[in-house]
């Protein structure tokens, strides 16, 4: 996931979109339960913004 964010992808809703349909097939391939994916993916977009400056310096 980390290679295919771009540098506005916290501002473009498109970008947004790419990577949580990347996160949701991620959470089926493990087995996650479809019915928590929504919230799951929701905090991994979180985290991901969180740690978004730190990814840009490697």
């Known amino acids: 996931m980390r290679k295919s964010v771009t540098i506005d992808w916290t501002l ?11 996160v949701k097939r991620i959470l089926k ?10 919230e799951a993916t929701k905090t991994v977009l ?9 990814w840009s310096t490697v």
């Open 46 to 54: 979180a985290q991901a913004e969180l740690l978004s400056a730190s």
């Open 12 to 22: 473009r809703e498109s970008a947004r979109a790419r990577i949580r349909v990347m």
């Open 29 to 38: 391939k493990y087995g996650y339960p479809p019915d928590l994916q929504d």
